[in-house]
Protein backbone atom coordinates (compact mmCIF):
# COMPACT_ATOMS: atom_id res chain seq x y z
CA UNK A 1 0.00 0.00 0.00
CA UNK A 2 2.70 1.94 0.88
CA UNK A 3 4.37 1.57 -2.77
CA UNK A 4 1.23 2.89 -4.44
CA UNK A 5 1.28 6.17 -2.75
CA UNK A 6 4.56 6.96 -3.65
CA UNK A 7 4.17 6.11 -7.64
CA UNK A 8 1.14 8.07 -7.13
CA UNK A 9 3.10 10.88 -5.80
CA UNK A 10 6.26 10.94 -8.51
CA UNK A 11 3.41 10.81 -11.22
CA UNK A 12 1.58 13.67 -9.59
CA UNK A 13 5.34 15.26 -9.38
CA UNK A 14 5.59 14.75 -12.95
CA UNK A 15 2.50 16.33 -14.47
CA UNK A 16 3.18 19.12 -11.69
CA UNK A 17 6.33 19.39 -13.48
CA UNK A 18 5.26 19.37 -17.06
CA UNK A 19 2.54 22.16 -16.27
CA UNK A 20 4.86 24.15 -15.33
CA UNK A 21 7.24 23.77 -18.59
CA UNK A 22 4.25 24.58 -20.68
CA UNK A 23 3.76 28.11 -19.31
CA UNK A 24 6.99 29.18 -20.97
CA UNK A 25 5.91 28.33 -24.54
CA UNK A 26 4.15 32.08 -24.86
CA UNK A 27 7.47 33.76 -24.53
CA UNK A 28 7.23 35.26 -27.81
CA UNK A 29 10.66 37.25 -28.55
CA UNK A 30 9.81 40.68 -29.91
CA UNK A 31 11.78 42.01 -32.57
CA UNK A 32 13.65 44.92 -31.26
CA UNK A 33 16.80 45.57 -33.60
CA UNK A 34 16.29 47.93 -35.60
CA UNK A 35 19.45 49.04 -38.37
CA UNK A 36 19.43 52.80 -39.16
CA UNK A 37 21.19 52.90 -42.61
CA UNK A 38 23.94 55.08 -42.67
CA UNK A 39 24.36 58.71 -43.94
CA UNK A 40 26.05 59.04 -47.04
CA UNK A 41 29.07 61.48 -45.95
CA UNK A 42 31.73 60.99 -48.66
CA UNK A 43 32.11 64.77 -50.62
CA UNK A 44 34.86 64.60 -53.40
CA UNK A 45 36.55 67.66 -52.77
CA UNK A 46 38.10 68.54 -56.71
CA UNK A 47 41.53 68.16 -56.09
CA UNK A 48 43.84 70.70 -57.75
CA UNK A 49 45.51 69.76 -60.71
CA UNK A 50 48.82 71.92 -60.18
CA UNK A 51 51.32 71.57 -63.65
CA UNK A 52 54.27 70.82 -62.61
CA UNK A 53 56.25 74.37 -62.65
CA UNK A 54 56.04 77.66 -64.83
CA UNK A 55 53.86 77.16 -67.21
CA UNK A 56 49.90 76.89 -67.07
CA UNK A 57 47.77 74.55 -67.52
CA UNK A 58 45.29 75.73 -70.36
CA UNK A 59 42.54 73.78 -69.99
CA UNK A 60 42.02 74.88 -66.01
CA UNK A 61 42.90 78.20 -67.27
CA UNK A 62 39.71 78.06 -69.59
CA UNK A 63 37.09 77.15 -67.10
CA UNK A 64 38.67 80.11 -64.98
CA UNK A 65 38.36 82.69 -67.79
CA UNK A 66 34.57 81.21 -68.16
CA UNK A 67 33.75 81.53 -65.13
CA UNK A 68 35.33 85.53 -64.48
CA UNK A 69 35.99 87.16 -67.85
CA UNK A 70 34.22 85.78 -70.94
CA UNK A 71 31.67 88.31 -70.19
CA UNK A 72 33.76 91.22 -71.22
CA UNK A 73 36.77 89.48 -73.82
CA UNK A 74 35.62 87.35 -76.78
CA UNK A 75 37.82 84.47 -77.73
CA UNK A 76 36.52 84.75 -81.41
CA UNK A 77 37.64 88.14 -82.56
CA UNK A 78 34.39 90.36 -81.82
CA UNK A 79 35.18 93.65 -79.21
CA UNK A 80 32.58 93.11 -76.10
CA UNK A 81 33.61 95.34 -73.28
CA UNK A 82 37.04 94.43 -73.46
CA UNK A 83 39.39 93.78 -76.50
CA UNK A 84 39.41 90.20 -77.90
CA UNK A 85 41.77 87.51 -76.97
CA UNK A 86 42.17 85.89 -80.12
CA UNK A 87 45.61 86.64 -81.68
CA UNK A 88 46.16 89.01 -78.45
CA UNK A 89 49.37 86.38 -77.37
CA UNK A 90 52.50 88.09 -78.89
CA UNK A 91 50.59 90.86 -79.94
CA UNK A 92 51.84 94.88 -80.73
CA UNK A 93 49.29 96.45 -78.40
CA UNK A 94 48.92 100.06 -78.28
CA UNK A 95 48.06 101.90 -75.35
CA UNK A 96 46.32 105.06 -74.26
CA UNK A 97 49.51 106.45 -73.53
CA UNK A 98 50.71 106.56 -76.57
CA UNK A 99 53.38 103.68 -76.26
CA UNK A 100 53.31 100.14 -78.17
CA UNK A 101 53.74 96.98 -75.81
CA UNK A 102 53.89 93.18 -76.98
CA UNK A 103 51.57 91.47 -75.18
CA UNK A 104 53.86 88.77 -73.23
CA UNK A 105 52.73 87.02 -70.51
CA UNK A 106 54.38 89.76 -68.01
CA UNK A 107 51.85 92.00 -70.01
CA UNK A 108 48.99 89.86 -69.45
CA UNK A 109 49.72 88.62 -65.73
CA UNK A 110 49.79 92.91 -65.10
CA UNK A 111 46.42 93.63 -66.67
CA UNK A 112 44.51 91.03 -64.48
CA UNK A 113 46.34 92.33 -61.20
CA UNK A 114 46.78 95.78 -61.97
CA UNK A 115 44.19 96.79 -65.33
CA UNK A 116 44.52 99.93 -65.01
CA UNK A 117 48.34 99.92 -65.10
CA UNK A 118 48.47 100.05 -68.77
CA UNK A 119 45.22 100.55 -70.65
CA UNK A 120 44.57 98.96 -74.30
CA UNK A 121 43.67 102.12 -76.40
CA UNK A 122 40.29 102.57 -77.34
CA UNK A 123 39.15 101.04 -74.68
CA UNK A 124 37.22 102.34 -70.85
CA UNK A 125 39.35 101.15 -68.19
CA UNK A 126 36.74 99.74 -66.52
CA UNK A 127 38.42 96.07 -66.06
CA UNK A 128 38.05 94.96 -62.20
CA UNK A 129 41.25 93.88 -60.43
CA UNK A 130 41.21 90.33 -60.11
CA UNK A 131 44.56 90.43 -57.65
CA UNK A 132 43.59 88.78 -54.30
CA UNK A 133 40.86 87.15 -56.43
CA UNK A 134 42.63 84.97 -58.56
CA UNK A 135 46.08 83.45 -57.67
CA UNK A 136 49.05 83.37 -59.43
CA UNK A 137 48.79 79.87 -60.23
CA UNK A 138 45.67 80.43 -61.64
CA UNK A 139 46.74 83.37 -63.36
CA UNK A 140 49.51 81.31 -65.30
CA UNK A 141 46.73 79.05 -66.40
CA UNK A 142 44.71 81.72 -68.11
CA UNK A 143 47.71 83.30 -69.62
CA UNK A 144 48.34 79.46 -70.94
CA UNK A 145 44.87 79.38 -71.75
CA UNK A 146 45.08 83.05 -73.57
CA UNK A 147 48.09 81.18 -75.55
CA UNK A 148 45.43 78.57 -77.48
CA UNK A 149 43.76 81.44 -78.66
CA UNK A 150 46.11 82.18 -81.49
C1 LIG B 1 33.93 94.19 -66.64
C2 LIG B 1 34.58 93.76 -67.85
C3 LIG B 1 35.87 93.00 -67.75
C4 LIG B 1 36.09 91.80 -67.10
C5 LIG B 1 35.11 91.01 -66.24
C6 LIG B 1 37.44 91.42 -67.39
N1 LIG B 1 38.03 92.35 -68.17
FE1 LIG B 1 39.89 92.28 -68.92
N2 LIG B 1 39.64 94.11 -69.79
C7 LIG B 1 38.47 94.83 -69.78
C8 LIG B 1 38.68 96.08 -70.51
C9 LIG B 1 37.62 97.16 -70.73
C10 LIG B 1 40.00 96.07 -70.95
C11 LIG B 1 40.69 97.16 -71.78
C12 LIG B 1 41.16 98.28 -70.90
C13 LIG B 1 42.41 97.94 -70.18
O1 LIG B 1 43.41 97.65 -70.84
O2 LIG B 1 42.39 97.94 -68.94
C14 LIG B 1 40.59 94.82 -70.48
C15 LIG B 1 41.89 94.42 -70.74
C16 LIG B 1 42.39 93.16 -70.45
C17 LIG B 1 43.68 92.69 -70.89
C18 LIG B 1 44.63 93.42 -71.77
C19 LIG B 1 44.24 93.05 -73.19
C20 LIG B 1 44.78 93.96 -74.26
O3 LIG B 1 44.39 93.73 -75.42
O4 LIG B 1 45.53 94.88 -73.95
C21 LIG B 1 43.79 91.40 -70.41
C22 LIG B 1 44.96 90.46 -70.64
C23 LIG B 1 42.61 91.12 -69.67
N3 LIG B 1 41.77 92.19 -69.71
C24 LIG B 1 42.39 89.94 -69.02
C25 LIG B 1 41.24 89.67 -68.28
C26 LIG B 1 41.04 88.45 -67.54
C27 LIG B 1 42.03 87.30 -67.48
C28 LIG B 1 39.83 88.54 -66.95
C29 LIG B 1 39.17 87.52 -66.04
C30 LIG B 1 39.98 86.99 -64.97
C31 LIG B 1 39.26 89.82 -67.33
N4 LIG B 1 40.15 90.47 -68.14
C32 LIG B 1 38.03 90.25 -66.94
C33 LIG B 1 37.29 94.47 -69.20
C34 LIG B 1 37.11 93.34 -68.42
Sequence with gaps: MKRHVLVAG?????????????????????????????????????????????????????????????????????TLVGPTWKGLYGSQVQLESGETVTADADYIHESIVDPNAKVHKGFPPIMPTFNGILNDAQIADIIAYIKTLQ
Design 10 to 78: VFILVLALAAGCGGDDDDTPSPTATSAAPAPTATTGGAATQPPSGEGDAEAGKALAQANCITCHSIDGS
